[in-house]
């Protein structure tokens, strides 16, 4: 193994059949000594399992608050990926894990725990949530409603890059700036910070993320490639067999 490896970032839609396809060849082609997925180790493990978390479950893993609010975004997810006809038990993840396996290559879980995501989450959101909400979209002009309209009828398999849903994400950001400060800046520098540890360690990977992560992931993997002395966080593993090792980088 060289002394430092390669990233190679694959923005996905996570339900899209076309993105499923880009994952699996991306994969054969580059022939990485490992896969990363924008998984934790819970979630991993639910989706090997087949086994879709219900509240009952998360209610034993979490507060009762924040399993409930895990519970509604999972379900509304899940809504919206249906209207669109796309399969919400078929994912670019799965491709990613299936793809992995065929290959004997590890499985490299990069993104948050469930648990700290909706902790952060819960406690940044408050009774003044709505009505600051209401306040910006009001502010909103009538041409920037139909750059979005236009952003959000962008076909799935035309989106390449972070630049494709850039516009959303930025539109997240104004009107819903705590739920992006959690669910978007804290992820992406979660999971530029363990790629940049394998990349240290001189692994050669493929990481599977979503399209909305992709430019802040990339700025901030840019970013730490000229910070030396940046401390480099655990990365936990998955081997083919479903056995669990860590990759501890001091």
Do not use: W
């Not at 060289?2 to 991306?26: A, C, Q, Y």
């Not at 430019?215 to 936990?236: C, F, H």
């Amino acid at each position: 193994m060289s002394d430092h490896g390669t990233i190679t970032l694959v923005p996905s839609v996570h339900f899209s059949p076309t993105h499923r396809r880009r994952v699996r060849e991306t994969i054969r082609e580059a022939e990485p000594d490992l896969v990363a997925v924008e998984l934790d180790e819970s979630r991993f493990d639910r989706l090997e399992g087949n086994d879709s978390a219900d509240l009952d479950e998360l209610t034993r893993e979490l507060p009762p608050p924040m399993a409930i609010a895990y519970s509604m975004l999972q379900t509304l997810q899940r809504t919206v990926v249906r209207l669109y006809g796309l399969d919400p038990e078929q994912t670019d993840m799965e491709a990613a894990i299936e793809t992995a396996a065929e290959r004997d290559t590890d499985v490299a879980l990069i993104d948050e725990p469930i648990d700290e995501i909706v902790a952060a989450l819960s406690r940044r959101l408050g009774p003044l949530t709505i009505p600051k909400t209401m306040l910006r979209m009001q502010s909103m002009g009538p041409e920037e409603y139909a750059d979005q309209i236009e952003m959000l009828s962008l076909p799935f398999e035309e989106i390449t890059s972070g630049d494709d849903v850039q516009p959303a994400i930025d539109h997240l950001r104004r009107l819903f700036p705590d739920i992006a400060a959690v669910m978007i800046d804290r992820r992406d520098r979660a999971m530029a910070g363990r790629l940049h540890a394998l990349r240290s360690e001189g692994h050669d990977v493929v990481a599977v993320i979503g399209a909305g992560h992709h430019n802040g992931v990339q700025r901030r993997l840019d970013d730490l490639e000229s910070r030396a002395d940046e401390k480099q966080p655990s990365v936990p593993i998955r081997s083919t067999d479903r056995t669990v090792t860590r990759i501890q980088i001091e």
